[in-house]
Every structure is written in C-alpha cells, then in structure tokens.
C-alpha cells in the first residue's frame, strides 16, 4: 500500500525569497539564488531566533549541517552556514552569518540537539565558539592537537606526528621526518613558471637540433634489398649439428590419430596385435 503524504514531488522556489525574507525582517543581511537553492546572511547574534522562526513558522523541520568557510582576507574571516530541510515542502534552504575568532555564535542546540555535534566540528576545523554549547570538545582531533586544521595557518608538515608503538602498546609521538623536502614555489603561478633554473631543469637549456632526423627514403629507415637478403637467410645456418649431418634435419612425423586409411578398433591391442577386449 503506497504512503501518501503532502510533501511535493518537485521544489518550488518562485517568490519563496521574498515570503522568508519578509519573514526574518530586520535581522535579514542578505538574500540571494544560488545554483537553484536560496540563501539568507541574517545578523550573528539572531541566528536562534532567526532558526526558530523558520522551523516553528515556515516548517523547516531539520538541520541537516553546519559547515564552516574561512576567509582570511575579511575582517570577520569565518561564516557558518546552516542547511535546513522542509520534509512537507520539499525544499532546503542555507542560512549563514559571518563571525571572528574571537566573536562566538549563539548556539542553536536549543532548536535542534544534533547541533551539539555539527558545532563542535565547525570548532575543532576552525576555531569558531558557539556560545551555549556545554560541551564544545574537539571532535575530530586528537585531544593535544594544537590549531585548527583548515585555517591552514599551520606547516605544512606539522610539527609531531603519531603512530602506534607496539613495544609501548600504545599510540606515541614523534618529530615529522621526511625523506624528501618539500618544493617550495616561490612564484604566482607554477603553470608560467620562474625567471631562473629550477634544480634538475638544466637540460632545459639545451639548444634545439639544427637539423631533426627525418625518415623520407628507404635508407633513411635501413630498409632496402640488402636488409631483406638478411632477413632471408636461416638463423642457424653453420649449426653444429647441420654441419655435422651435412643434410636437414627429418621432418616430423605425422599423427596416426586423423588418418583416413586408419581402421577404427573398438577394443585395446598388445604389442603383438591382439585385441585385449573382453578378456581379464
């Protein structure tokens, strides 16, 4: 028996914009279409409330992630971006808001407890403090991990790095050490390349032949009348063994199983032609 339920096949977003932004009001930074779903910027300090709105009044049911972006140029270098889902509606929608290392975000584990975990992701990748979140722990690190792993403000090699020491039973750390430095680029772009010699690349230098080899003629190629004399004469012409026969060696003989003239016996035979069948 089929489930009906009231959610629609397809998403609609025409004038839905419109409805949400007049819906958060004041709080509303931005809003915008982009790649066939909406986006709002709201005011960080009233995303809770902004939530709470568009799941009580306009059925976004679910969180469904909390992700982080870092721009390290703004002044407010991260956004966190929340994903919402209206399972009567079928439609998602992205509502995000901008803060600073040292500028928490309200919590929304007030609204919806699996933001508990989604929060303490976005602060163990970046740094960012959500207020109200009693258990903000590093979730994907290791517990003395130090920074932020996509800040990318850290070497790229790190300093220590972990593995399990089965003398000791248990996992140890030790100084990064590499068989090989990394390659440091020191220009824009490696695709155009340095104004200098890049170690190994002396060759590049090397001026291009004056006149390149080309195959236009038979002899250019080594084929001709005297290759194919060559290529005729047998390989183990003056083998011993030839030489000591003084003829070819016998060709060999022919199978008995496929000849004509044969006769077919249904029965064994001895060294002697007798037939073996039937005796014991």
């Known amino acids: ?21 007049t819906a958060i009001g004041d709080d509303l930074v931005e809003a915008h279409e982009e790649h066939g779903e909406l986006m709002f910027t709201v005011r960080r300090d009233s995303v ?11 059925s976004y049911q679910q969180l469904m992630e909390i992700a982080g972006v870092d721009y390290p140029g703004r002044a407010e270098r991260f956004e966190v971006v929340y994903m919402l889902l209206s ?61 932020h792993p996509f800040r990318k403000d850290f070497p790229l090699t790190g300093y220590v ?15 990064v050490e590499l068989a090989q430095d990394l390659r440091q680029f020191d220009f824009m772009s490696p695709w155009e390349g340095a104004d200098y010699i ?30 194919d004399k060559q290529a005729a004469e047998k390989v183990s012409s003056g083998a011993p063994a030839e030489e000591a026969t003084g003829e070819d060696p016998a060709p060999a003989p022919e199978p ?18 007798e037939a073996t069948e039937g005796k014991e």
Do not use: C
């Open 87 to 147: 399972v009567t509606k079928n439609n998602r929608i992205m509502v995000k808001v901008s803060a600073g290392e040292d500028t928490p975000v309200p919590t929304v584990t007030t609204i919806w407890p699996n933001a508990g975990w989604l929060e303490r992701e976005v602060f163990d990748m970046y740094g960012v403090l959500f207020d109200g979140n009693t258990d903000l722990r590093r979730i994907l690190t290791d517990y003395g991990f130090e920074g």
């Open 198 to 227: 890049l170690p190994g690349d002396e060759k590049a230098d090397t001026p291009p032949v004056s006149e390149p080899k080309v195959t236009e003629k038979p002899s250019d190629t080594g084929a001709g009348k005297k290759a």
């Open 161 to 175: 790095e972990l593995r399990y020491s089965e003398d000791q039973k248990r996992v140890v750390y030790e100084p």
């Open 48 to 58: 809770e409330t902004v939530l709470r709105r568009l799941r009580d009044e306009h």
């Open 256 to 273: 008995t199983e496929d000849r004509a003239d044969r006769p077919a016996r249904e029965g064994k035979t001895t060294d002697t032609g």
């Open 1 to 21: 028996m089929a489930v009906l339920h009231s959610a629609p096949r397809f998403t609609q977003i025409d004038g839905l914009k419109d409805t949400l932004s």
